[in-house]
């Protein structure tokens, strides 16, 4: 099992499409397609329910998506915890600020975050 299959189910279950998940992740439909077929013959279940029309999540595969989820979402947290130890801080940033004020601070925001 690996993270990019786990990338893959939580991707065919978000999009409920074999080809517009491969579009999300950036491969063709036959490397997911195939990278699932070996996963759940890893783990001798079936995660999916196919049909000519529709994709369906299994009721087993419900739950190993939610702990996928869970995985991929931790591996990735390795990913920022490096990063901020290198003193490189990511992520998005909202910000409200009233029009009265807002020439005087982002200036500022910019020079200091840009």
């Given at each position: 099992m690996t993270l990019q299959q786990l990338k893959y189910i939580i991707a065919v279950d978000r999009h409920r499409s074999f080809s517009k998940a491969a579009e999300a992740c950036d491969v063709t439909q036959p490397t997911l397609s195939g990278m699932l077929v070996k996963l759940e013959e890893e783990l001798d279940i079936r995660i999916f329910d196919r049909t000519n029309k529709q994709v369906t999540t299994t009721v087993i595969g419900e739950q190993i998506i939610r702990q996928a989820e869970k995985a991929v979402a931790e591996a990735e947290r390795i990913a920022e915890i490096v990063s901020e130890?290198?003193?490189?801080?990511?992520?998005r940033l909202a910000l409200c600020i009233s029009p009265g004020?807002?020439?005087?601070?982002?200036?500022?925001?910019?020079?200091?975050?840009?």
């Open positions: 130890a290198k003193g490189c801080v990511n992520g004020i807002a020439p005087y601070i982002i200036p500022q925001l910019i020079q200091t975050f840009g």
